[in-house]
C-alpha cells in the first residue's frame, strides 16, 4: 500500500515574527529547529521509513528535512528539492508584518489575499523578481511568479506530483514531502477533493507529520496527524 507523509516546515524565524515568506529563504527559528526533531522522533518512534524524500529548494523546508531524516537515520536516502514545492509566492505582501497589514487593509481583503483559492496578493514590480537567483535560472519568464494564488501554486506544483511524487508511490516507494503550508495546502485539496470554497479554512501546521494511506490508484483511503506535542494519532475528519 502507497505510504505519503507530508510535512510543513518547522517554524521560521519570519514566522516567529508573523511576516508574509512567500519564496524569501528564511531559516528556521529555535523553535522550528525544535519541531523538526520532534517529528523525526515521533515518524520513528511509529516505525516509519522512507525510500525517497522531497522538498522544495527553501532552506527552511531543506534543514526541516535534513532534521527529521537524521533523527530517523535516514540521512542516506535520496531526496529531491524542486522549485515547484516552494511556498506559495505572496508577492508584495512579502516581509510585511500580517498584523500590519491587516490593519492598513481591512481583514476582509486580507484574508482574501491570505487564505482565498484564486485571489492573487498585490505582485512585485517587473525587475524585483528571481531571475539572478542561481537556483531558478532554469526556468522560463513565464514561469517565475510575481504573486501567485493557491491556484497558481496548485498549477505549477502539479507536474511534479503527476511525473515525480506520483510514480514512486505507484511503485509502492514510501514518500515524505517537506514543503509548505501552502504547497502542502494545494496537495492536500486534490489528496482529499477539497472544494475551492472549503480550501479556506484549511491549515497545516508547523512540524506535524500528515499521513495519507492510498489505494494503487492513489485515491485516499484514510488519513491522520501524528503530533509531536501529545506522541498520539489524530485522525482527520
Known amino acids: 500500500m502507497p505510504t505519503l507523509v507530508l510535512l510543513r516546515h518547522g517554524e521560521s524565524i519570519w ?95 486580507v484574508k482574501l489575499w491570505r487564505r482565498s483559492y484564486e485571489v492573487r496578493p498585490p505582485e512585485i514590480a517587473i525587475g524585483d523578481d528571481l531571475r539572478h537567483d542561481s537556483r531558478y535560472r532554469q526556468l522560463r519568464p513565464d514561469e517565475l511568479p510575481f504573486g501567485e494564488s493557491l491556484k497558481d501554486t496548485a498549477f505549477r506544483l502539479w507536474p511534479c506530483w503527476q511525473h515525480s511524487i506520483a510514480p514512486a508511490l505507484r511503485r509502492l516507494e514510501k514518500v515524505l514531502v517537506v514543503a509548505h503550508g501552502n504547497s502542502l495546502r494545494a496537495l492536500v485539496k486534490y489528496l482529499d477533493g477539497i472544494s475551492d470554497a472549503d480550501i479556506d479554512d484549511v491549515e497545516i501546521p508547523c512540524g506535524v507529520p500528515l499521513i495519507y494511506k492510498l489505494n494503487q490508484d492513489l485515491d485516499r483511503i484514510g488519513s491522520y496527524y501524528l503530533n509531536p506535542a501529545v506522541m498520539e494519532e489524530q485522525t482527520v475528519a
Open 15 to 109: 514566522n516567529r515574527e508573523n511576516r508574509f515568506t512567500g519564496w524569501t529563504d528564511v531559516d528556521l527559528s529555535s523553535k522550528g529547529l525544535d519541531q523538526a526533531r520532534g517529528a523525526g522522533q515521533i515518524l520513528r518512534k511509529h516505525g516509519f521509513a522512507f525510500d525517497v524524500a522531497y522538498t522544495s529548494v527553501l532552506k527552511r523546508a531543506i534543514r526541516s528535512l535534513w532534521i527529521v531524516m537524521d533523527e530517523m537515520n535516514l540521512m542516506w536516502i535520496p531526496t529531491q528539492a524542486c522549485w515547484r514545492l516552494n511556498e506559495r509566492h505572496y508577492g508584495r505582501l512579502q516581509g510585511l508584518n500580517k498584523a500590519e497589514t491587516v490593519a492598513k487593509f481591512g481583514e476582509a481583503h
